[in-house]
């Protein structure tokens, strides 16, 4: 059974930073792209940034570009985000999500093939 449990999230001010994991078991994850999606209150969720299996390729999306960095440690079969100068706008339940195989890498929703329950960023102003 294929499991994706993100933790690190909390409350943190404007400017601040935070780390997010990711652990993974039930799958063989050093053969899996890894992507962080993000859902805002009311908003859709959105693409935030993708590593390739080997993390060779990386992908950001550019509302988080030069201050969000995706990263993976294919021995610990984690994923991470180390998100940094945080802003209000960056508030929301943050996910990681394996990418369906072929896929060497994706920052579509509907190519993933397994999601985590999510962890909540807040970023006060």
């Known amino acids: 059974q294929v499991q994706l449990v993100e933790s690190g999230g909390g409350l943190v001010q404007a400017g601040g930073s935070l780390r997010l994991s990711c652990a993974a078991s039930g799958l063989t994850f050093s053969s899996y792209a890894m992507d962080w999606f993000r859902q805002a209150p009311g908003k859709e969720r959105e693409f935030v940034a993708a590593i390739s299996w080997s993390a060779d390729s990386t992908y950001y999306a550019d509302s988080v570009k030069g201050r969000f960095t995706i990263s993976r440690d294919n021995v610990k079969n984690t994923v991470y985000l180390q998100m940094n100068s945080l802003k209000p706008e960056d508030t929301a339940v943050y996910y990681c999500?394996?990418?369906?195989?072929?896929?060497?890498?994706?920052?579509?929703?509907?190519?993933?093939?397994?999601w985590g329950k999510g962890t909540l960023v807040t970023v006060s102003s």
């Open positions: 999500a394996s990418t369906r195989p072929p896929l060497v890498v994706s920052t579509t929703a509907g190519n993933m093939d397994y």
